[in-house]
Nanobody, 116 residues
Framework: QVRLVESGGGLVQPGGSLRLSCLVSPNIVAFNSMGWYRQSPGNQRELVAS???????RYSDSVKGRFTISRNIDRDTLDLQMNELKPEDTGVYYC??????????WGQGTQVTIST
């Protein structure tokens, strides 16, 4: 059974940084692809960044150059380093995994708020 637990959200001022982490069970190497998505009020959930088991990384245009996705195999976490945060980055951030046998799984989400 897949379990995803996000952490690291919070309230920061514009220009600040946050690091999100998704603890992955059973273990991070089990998945074909993983990613971070976000959803703000009134909008659909959108891809922020993704990474495949082969290490192919993709970012949305709005976060390129500011966010970095990475996997920590030792800790079984999927991390998202977010720098130069903007008010439009506000939303609930979700971790997602995909495995051909285990299917698609989502975490419960962590709130990120960028405001003065």
């Amino acid at each position: 059974q897949v379990r995803l637990v996000e952490s690291g959200g919070g309230l920061v001022q514009p220009g600040g940084s946050l690091r999100l982490s998704c603890l992955v069970s059973p273990n991070i190497v089990a998945f074909n692809s993983m990613g971070w998505y976000r959803q703000s009020p009134g909008n659909q959930r959108e891809l922020v960044a993704s990474i495949t088991e082969g290490g192919l990384i993709r970012y949305s245009d709005s976060v390129k150059g500011r966010f970095t996705i990475s996997r920590n195999i030792d800790r079984d976490t999927l991390d998202l380093q977010m720098n130069e945060l903007k008010p439009e980055d506000t939303g609930v951030y979700y971790c997602k995994t995909n495995n051909v046998n285990l299917g698609v799984s989502w975490g419960q989400g962590t709130q990120v708020t960028i405001s003065t």
